[in-house]
Structure formats: C-alpha cells, structure tokens
C-alpha cells in the first residue's frame, strides 16, 4: 500500500546546530506537505511541495522536493529552542480528495 | 477566524461502550477527515468527508464510521471500543476539494480502559 518512509526517527541537536529530516517513496508522490506538532499539540501545516526539484524556504526553514518526486526533504538552519516539535512529511493525493499518508514523523529535541 | 474545534477533549470508556466525537471545521471549510494517533501507528487516515458525502475511507474496521451534516461539522463513531482504540483523534478541515493544506483540530484524547 501507500507508504512515506521518515528518517530518522530521532535527532537531539545542540542549540545552533542545523537540522534535516528526509522523507522517500518508492513511488512518484503526487504531492508533499510537512506539519509540526509541538509535543502535546496537534500538527500545524508548514508547507506543501508539488512539482518536482521544487525548493521553498521559509526564514530558517528550507523544503525541498526531489526531481523524481520520489524524497522530500526539510532542513533547519541554526535551530532554536521553539524547533522542538515532531515534524511529518505527508503523502497527498489528488485523486482522492484531501486524504494524506503520514510518514512516522521525526522528533527533533534541542539542547540549549 | 475560528479554529476547528473537537468535543469532548478528553473521554474515558470502557471495553465494548462506543463513543461519538464531534469536530467543527474552520468557517467555509466544508472538507473534514479525522486521523488517529497512536505512538505506535503514528497517524492514520481514517476517512473524509466533503459536502456531507465520505468520499474516502482507510484501512479500519467496520466499527468506525462517520458523517458530516448540511453545517459541515463532523462526527465520528466507535462501536464496540477494544483498548487498541485507545488514541488521540484528530480532525481536520480543509478549505478545498483536494490536495491542499489541511488545518487539525486539538484532538479528542480517549482512552478505553
């Protein structure tokens, strides 16, 4: 079936320290959207990828969509305290409305 | 403008009751799909609705159901509870037919005993 695989599963970082978390398919993804949720909190939509070799970048955050559409990517520069969070890359898919398949999630944990 | 909002929070069963969650999307917003969320499964689609009509369903069993009303809000149903049902459930709104941002509600945290 559908399956969005997330690595890795875990990262502590060091305050400052950057942050990747990467998501792959072994099919072409229609569309990627990454969400944050804060530990206790519900995910919060961050952005969503559609064409291929896409980059976006919001201030210290930067997505990327891989030109085969098959691996995104989401990258933290110099990471801060309020970047602890789980962070979900999520499979769309078009042709079946607004279903979405969840990878398992990275949990980023910043030490200050 | 509003949030999607899930009542009850929290909810306490006991093995073979069944429960009903309700979730209020955002204004305007008449897509609703609820999720479950467990640390082992993670989070899982369980089915959407849009224009009172479901028009997807995961992989769960016949004891899950929902239905969406003329207002756009939501409930879903669990018959039957097990202890693996046991979850946080998530609903979330979408203002657009497909494959755009979806917006989650806090989640209604129930726990079958």
């Known amino acids: 079936g559908q399956q969005v695989m997330q690595i890795p599963q875990y990262q502590h970082v060091q305050e400052g320290e950057d942050f990747t978390t990467y998501c792959n398919s072994s099919?072409?993804?229609?569309?990627i959207q990454w969400y944050k949720q804060r530990p206790g909190g519900h995910p919060v939509f961050l952005i969503q990828?559609?064409?291929?070799?896409e980059v976006k970048k919001q201030k210290r955050l930067t997505f990327q969509f891989g030109e085969a559409k098959k691996n995104s990517s989401l990258h933290i520069t110099a990471t801060q305290t309020t970047d602890v969070g789980t962070y979900f890359c999520?499979?769309?898919?078009?042709?079946?409305?607004?279903?979405?398949?969840f990878g398992a999630g990275t949990i980023l944990r910043v030490k200050s | 403008k509003a949030g999607v909002t899930q009542t009850p929070r929290y909810l306490i069963k006991t093995r073979g009751q069944q429960v009903t969650l309700s979730c209020s999307p955002i204004?305007?917003?008449?897509?609703v799909s609820w999720y479950q969320q467990t640390p082992g499964q993670g989070l899982q689609f369980l089915f959407e609705?849009?224009?009172?009509?479901?028009?997807n369903k995961g992989n769960f069993p016949g004891r899950f159901s929902g239905r969406q009303f003329s207002n756009s809000r939501s409930e879903m149903n669990v018959s039957t509870l097990e202890l693996g049902d046991s979850a946080l459930y998530l609903c979330?709104?979408?203002?657009?037919?497909?494959?755009?941002?979806?917006?989650f509600g806090p989640g209604t945290r129930l726990t079958v005993t």
């Open positions: 099919t072409t993804l229609s569309n």
């Open positions: 979330a709104s979408s203002l657009r037919s497909a494959g755009y941002e979806q917006y």
């Open positions: 999520a499979e769309g898919f078009l042709e079946y409305g607004n279903k979405l398949v």
């Open positions: 990828l559609v064409k291929s070799g």
């Open positions: 609705y849009f224009s009172e009509t479901q028009r």
């Open positions: 204004s305007g917003h008449r897509s």
